[in-house]
């Protein structure tokens, strides 16, 4: 990935930028009426004289449906995850003092983070408008289902968030909490709906090689050994907002079917070196062949995509930090590298799961979140966390609560309301 350097080049101070948005709006209106008034002629002239003048082709139809009916939320032909952000000072929907479910290392303001302009942003989608998450909307659309957020702490990060948009009205109970934070279920009497954590790092099995006692960082990983304690309690799971990514730049040596087949960053003889991505592409290929296996699987799955870390100078353990305060434009990102790798190989192996999933009856779809998060170097704690074991170092992988994370629920809502009104209609 790029390094960021590009951070110096600073963006423009906010209000400069709301002034520009409102300055093209108007010139955009009087563009528009421009406009409107020569179809409306060249309409008229059509009906008048065209021999035939309704007969729209389907694409015509479209495109005049485009037009002249612009509903609120016109998502149906909407690049969600293609956009930018804008500044919105409405400001987030919950605080420190609102969401009581707040973990410590995500209360960045506590913690002594002092500038406050990453909470003044909101995504925008190019093709329409995303809804700002509503609490009530939410509850109602998953009334009496299970959601479940499967893979790392990153995952969990999400449900952190969507725990503090659902606090605005109810705060859930808190039925299991394993020895760690890494299996956990919360559950939301009023609505019979449950959001359950499911931590795996791989999908598969992966034991870190121990030497005299000593946890190595070396891992062997299994890629035809799925692990079982996501994919048991899977069937059980109505929504699965499935991730996985940072734990796969580490050296891994793979297996199938017992015998070496590449490792991740190391120099072994006979082995062959293979990339992260590698690794990566068949983990996830396993995990969504599973899925589209399973026979009691009933709900839609949807793919997380790689949400990239922003460490400059360094990495986590190097000095690395993220001490930007306000978004990169769409210029100012690059996508290539690694990051964008993941990413790429993961929307591959959604479409490929997608077509499987047309004969097995399976519904996959994305959570595209890439772009818009590689235009976040700002969202992150940084040196801002509770690191009390971990004094000096900067965490720039997980994202700040409130924060530019929570925008993934408002994606996730609008996924799942066009995910109803498709199965409503088919
Ligand atoms: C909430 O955040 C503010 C700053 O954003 C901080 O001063 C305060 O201590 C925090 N309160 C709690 C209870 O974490
Ligand atoms: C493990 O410990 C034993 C005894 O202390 C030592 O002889 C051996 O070399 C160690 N093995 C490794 C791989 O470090
Ligand atoms: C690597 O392969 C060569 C040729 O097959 C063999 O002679 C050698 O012993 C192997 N080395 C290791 C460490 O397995
Ligand atoms: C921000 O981070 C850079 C390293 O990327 C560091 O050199 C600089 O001192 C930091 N600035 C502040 C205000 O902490
Ligand atoms: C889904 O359908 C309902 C009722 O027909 C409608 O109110 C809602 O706006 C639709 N949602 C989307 C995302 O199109």
Request: charged share 25%; glycine share 6%; net charge positive.
């Amino acid at each position: 990935m790029k390094s960021s350097s590009s951070a110096l080049a600073s963006l423009e101070p906010l209000h400069y930028h709301h002034k520009r948005e409102r300055y093209v709006n108007k010139e955009r209106l009087g563009l528009f009426l421009l406009w409107l008034l020569g179809a409306t002629t060249v309409f008229s002239l059509f009906i008048l004289y065209a021999p035939r003048p309704f007969k729209f082709s389907p694409r015509q139809e479209l495109n005049a449906r485009k037009v002249y009916i612009k509903p609120k939320h016109d998502y149906e032909n909407c690049d969600l995850f293609n956009g930018r952000w804008i500044p919105d000072l409405s400001g987030p929907l919950y605080t420190n003092w609102t969401c009581s479910t707040i973990p410590d290392s995500k209360k960045c303001g506590k913690h002594g983070r002092k500038d406050v302009d990453y909470l003044n942003w909101r995504w925008k989608p190019y093709e329409c408008e995303l809804q700002k998450f509503d609490a009530k909307n939410f509850l109602s659309i998953i009334q009496g289902k299970t959601i479940a957020f499967i893979g790392d702490s990153v995952a969990r990060n999400q449900m952190e968030s969507l725990l503090c948009l659902l606090s605005q009205e109810q705060t859930p109970i808190d039925i299991y909490k394993g020895s760690n934070d890494r299996f956990r279920t919360w559950y939301f009497p009023s609505h019979d709906f449950t959001i359950k954590v499911l931590w795996t790092t791989f999908f598969v099995i992966a034991e870190e090689r121990i030497i005299n006692g000593t946890y190595t960082g070396v891992y062997d990983m299994h890629l035809d050994r799925l692990d079982k304690k996501w994919a048991e309690k899977l069937p059980g799971v109505d929504y699965a907002i499935i991730s996985n990514g940072h734990w796969f730049f580490r050296p891994i040596y793979l297996y199938e079917r017992g015998s070496v087949i590449g490792c991740v960053y190391c120099d072994a003889e006979n082995i062959s070196n293979v990339s992260p991505g590698f690794a990566l592409q068949k983990a996830f290929r396993r995990a969504l062949k599973y899925i589209n296996a399973c026979k009691e699987c009933r709900g839609l799955y949807i793919v997380r995509t790689f949400s990239p870390a922003h460490f400059k100078d360094g990495s986590w353990n190097t000095g690395g930090r993220c001490n930007r305060t306000s978004p990169f434009t769409e210029n100012q990102i690059h996508l290539g590298g690694t990051e964008w790798e993941f990413r790429t190989i993961q929307a591959k192996e959604i479409e490929r799961a997608k077509k499987k999933g047309e004969k097995t009856g399976k519904r996959f779809e994305a959570l595209d979140v890439t772009k818009a998060m590689l235009m976040r170097p700002d969202g992150h704690p940084d040196l801002h966390w509770n690191n009390e074991f971990m004094r000096g170092y900067s965490d720039c992988v997980h994202w700040c609560l409130p924060g530019p994370i929570d925008a993934w629920n408002d994606l996730l809502t609008t996924v799942l309301m066009k995910e109803d009104n498709l199965s409503v209609h088919n």
